[in-house]
């Protein structure tokens, strides 16, 4: 039988898996669905679509990864199961 401190360690965690995987499929496919339309707007002097397309999806993933390991590593010490 699971405890109730386990339950709640799992719901948590897979509620973050499940919004990083949720982010990953909007920055790794949406985005790239719509570069054209995206080129219409200009940042830092390139089109959007361009510039999401080779760099802002890979700078999401980076920002995302580490963002990830400090909320899991929040969920872990919340729970005591962290890793010294």
Known sequence: MASPDRISYWNKTKSTM??????????????HMFVRPLN???????PLGYYMAAQGSLIAFVV?????????????????????
């Open 40 to 46: 219409s707007i200009s940042f830092i002097g390139f």
């Open 18 to 31: 499940f919004l990083m995987l949720a982010l990953w499929v909007f920055f790794g496919y949406v985005i």
């Open 64 to 84: 995302m990864l580490f963002w990830f390991a400090r909320k899991q590593n929040a969920i872990d010490e919340e729970h005591g199961v962290a890793e010294d």
